[in-house]
């Protein structure tokens, strides 16, 4: 069941904290999107490289 009071506040920070924790465990390629159109973030295992890399402003 979808709930349709969507807080997408509560979504961004819920998904940061997951990516976060995913992350710190250094064993997987990651990518953070928002919406499906913009990478927020992206982490890799240990002397591994995302791909493609993440320009970042």
């Known amino acids: ?3 349709s ?3 997408t506040g509560r979504e961004g ?3 940061r ?3 976060r924790e995913l992350a710190v ?3 997987y390629w990651l990518v953070l999107v928002f ?3 913009a990478v927020l973030d992206t982490a ?3 002397g591994q490289r995302t791909s493609p ?3 970042r402003p």
Do not use: G
């Open 1 to 3: 069941m979808r709930d």
């Open 5 to 7: 009071d969507v807080d």
């Open 13 to 15: 920070v819920t998904a």
């Open 17 to 19: 904290r997951v990516f």
């Open 25 to 27: 465990r250094r064993r």
């Open 35 to 37: 919406d499906l159109q």
């Open 44 to 46: 890799a295992p240990p």
């Open 53 to 55: 890399p993440v320009e």
